[in-house]
Structure formats: structure tokens, C-alpha cells
């Protein structure tokens, strides 16, 4: 009964992973049982098309899982890395500061510009402005780039928590204007980017000259 019913599921257009679920039959048994068994051209057609659709399926399947395996690796490094770094003191903070600053600090010699947008490197430069650059805090002056006219108050509000920088000393805003930009940028940058300014032509060439001294220091490293 079994091979007559197999049959018969072949020739309706079923599939061997169909049958085999159906009769509870291994599909080593159906090779053997179906293997003279003629299907139509468009019955095949079919089944070709299911397979294909089926394949398809399995194989997002298998990136998906791929792909929440490597997010849980990568979170396991970094984890594992994050408890690589102590306490931070006073010396680590000038040579972190220093090399943010050569990566994303200003080039004009008669001031000390930082420009980010990840609050918390701002948060980290502003400790390292106070405590190792000793900045009294009516220098500093605050200059945002945003893309949302509407979200002017909301961004001043946000940095200055941010900062601990005062409103008064928030500079007129840049807004961008570019839709291309607007549109590629607003949920990246909900509230812009920020430049922290201080009108200090001698701790703009401190930081140089500390920045000089970690590139010395480096070369001297042993290869």
C-alpha cells in the first residue's frame, strides 16, 4: 500500500521530502521505490520551481543565523577587550586627548577647534580640556552643524548637557541646506555635529607639541 500510495503522491506533482513526511517513509526507500516513475514536464516544472523556492528559503535562513552568530562573537570581543582598559589617570587622558585632537582637531594656529559627533568622544575631550589644558570655563564657545531648522533648540539644549557648557556661549548655528544631505544624515546625526572652540593660541601649540611628543615617542618604539 505504502509503495502504490507513493506512487501516486509522485505522479500528483509531491516531492520526495513531501512523501517521505506523508507516509513516514525514508527517502532512501522512495529513490528505490520512484526511481522508473514519469512525471509530467509541467509537474516537473513545478517541482523544480518549489526546490528552487525552497533553497532560497533555507538560505536566508542559514545568513540570517550567520549573521546573529557573528554579531554575538563580535559583542564577546569586545567585551572581552573592554576589560583590557583600567582606571584611566591623568597622563592616560592627555595622550588619549592629544591623539583624538591630532585625528579630529583644527589646524588653525590661533585657536583650538574640536569637531565629533559622538557625544561621548565629546564628553571625554571636555574632561581632557579642563583637567589636563586647566581651560577657564568662559573660553569655551560652542558651534553646531544640523540638518533640521526645527531641532535648533533641542540640539543647543543637548550639547550643553553634553558639555556643561552654558547657552550664552553657543555661537549662531550652520545649518545645512542640501536635501541629499538632510535626507542621508537625519537619523545618523539627530543632532548634528558639534565644534568645541577656545581662542588660545598657547594651548593650541601645547597640544601640537604634545601630539609632537607621542609621534617622537613612537618612533622610538623598537619594530
Excluded at 528505490?32 to 514536464?41: A, C, D, G, H, Q
Aim: hydrophobic share 40%; glycine share 4%.
Amino acid at each position: 500500500m505504502s509503495k502504490s500510495h507513493a506512487v501516486e503522491l509522485r505522479k500528483s506533482g509531491k516531492s520526495y521530502s513531501e512523501i517521505s513526511e506523508i507516509l513516514k517513509v525514508p527517502k532512501s526507500t522512495l529513490s528505490y521505490w520512484l526511481k522508473n516513475v514519469k512525471i509530467s514536464l509541467a509537474k516537473r516544472e513545478i517541482l523544480l520551481k518549489r526546490s528552487r523556492k525552497a533553497g532560497f528559503k533555507a538560505l536566508l535562513k542559514r545568513n540570517k543565523l550567520q549573521t546573529k552568530l557573528a554579531k554575538e562573537r563580535a559583542i564577546k570581543i569586545k567585551q572581552a577587550a573592554s576589560l583590557e582598559i583600567n582606571k584611566i589617570d591623568k597622563e592616560n587622558l592627555k595622550l588619549i586627548g592629544s591623539a583624538l585632537y591630532l585625528g579630529e582637531g583644527g589646524k588653525t594656529p590661533n585657536r583650538v577647534d574640536f569637531t565629533n559627533s559622538n557625544e561621548k568622544i565629546i564628553k571625554l575631550m571636555m574632561l581632557f580640556f579642563r583637567k589636563i589644558c586647566k581651560v577657564p570655563e568662559e573660553k569655551f564657545r560652542v558651534w553646531i552643524s544640523l540638518y533640521d531648522q526645527s531641532k535648533i533648540h533641542e540640539t543647543k539644549l543637548f550639547w550643553s548637557k553634553v558639555t556643561k557648557i552654558r547657552l550664552e556661549q553657543f555661537l549662531k548655528p550652520n545649518l545645512t541646506i542640501s536635501k541629499y544631505s538632510k535626507k542621508r544624515r537625519k537619523n545618523k546625526l539627530p543632532f548634528g555635529t558639534i565644534q568645541v572652540r577656545i581662542a588660545d593660541v598657547k594651548l593650541f601649540h601645547t597640544i601640537q607639541g604634545w601630539i609632537q611628543g607621542i609621534l617622537r615617542e613612537f618612533d622610538n618604539v623598537p619594530g
